[in-house]
C-alpha cells in the first residue's frame, strides 16, 4: 500500500503521559485560544490525531495535548441546555477526564531526523491564517442568521469588540444591541444596518 495511508493504518489511542514534547517548535498559542481549541474539540469531537515519531515525540499537536493534559482545567460554560444538544452530560468534566488520560496519535516514521523538524514547521504553516474580509463576511453572516454576540463570540473565540469591528454595524447601533440584552437580531434588523 503507498506511503501515503501509513500514519492513518496505525490510529491508535494511547496514555497521554507516555507523549514526549519535541523541544524546537516555534509555534506559541495564547491562553484564549487554548480555551477555543478546548471549546471546538469539546463542539466538533477530537478531528485531528496527534502526529508522533516511533518514540512518541510529537511532531505535530502539541497544542492538543496540552488541553488534554491532567493539569489543563477549562471545560466551557455551556449552559445544561447547551451540553445536552452536544451530547454530553453536564458533569463539566476536563478533557483528560473524559478520555480518560488518552490521546488518538498516528505514528510516521522517517529515515532523516530533519525530516521530523520539517514536519513540525509544515503542520503549522500550512494551517494558514484567517484574512479580514473572509472573516468580516463569517461574523456578518451568522448575524443575519440571527446569532448572539455572545455566542459569536464564545463558538470563535472573539471578545465583544472583536466581533464589533468585524460586523459593520456603528458603534452606537452595536453598543445599543449589546445594552438591550438582545439575544437575536431579525434578518430585517440586520439588513437595515448594512
Not at 460586523?167 to 434578518?187: P, R
Request: hydrophobic share 35%.
Amino acid at each position: 500500500m503507498d506511503k501515503l495511508w501509513n500514519p492513518l493504518k496505525n490510529l491508535r489511542w494511547v496514555e497521554r503521559k507516555d507523549l514526549v514534547p519535541n523541544d524546537y517548535n516555534p509555534n506559541r498559542v495564547s491562553r484564549q485560544n487554548l480555551e477555543l481549541l478546548t471549546t471546538s474539540i469539546f463542539v466538533n469531537g477530537f478531528t485531528l490525531p496527534i502526529v508522533c515519531r516511533p518514540d512518541m515525540t510529537i511532531i505535530d499537536g502539541f497544542h492538543r495535548y496540552t488541553v488534554f493534559g491532567e493539569k489543563w482545567t477549562f471545560v466551557p460554560k455551556f449552559s445544561d441546555e447547551e451540553w445536552g444538544k452536544l451530547g454530553y452530560d453536564t458533569s463539566r468534566k476536563t478533557l483528560f477526564e473524559r478520555s480518560e488520560g488518552k490521546v488518538p496519535v498516528v505514528v510516521v516514521s522517517q529515515l532523516d531526523e530533519s525530516l521530523y523538524v520539517y514536519g513540525t514547521v509544515t503542520h503549522n504553516r500550512a494551517r494558514g491564517v484567517h484574512l479580514l474580509e473572509p472573516m468580516k463576511a463569517i461574523v456578518q453572516r451568522l448575524i443575519g442568521e440571527g446569532k448572539s454576540i455572545k455566542e459569536i463570540g464564545q463558538q470563535l473565540g472573539m471578545k465583544p469588540e472583536e466581533v464589533f469591528r468585524l460586523s459593520d454595524f456603528t458603534k452606537e447601533d452595536f453598543l445599543s444591541m449589546m445594552a438591550k440584552g438582545a439575544d437575536c437580531y431579525s434578518n430585517a434588523e440586520y439588513i437595515t444596518k448594512i
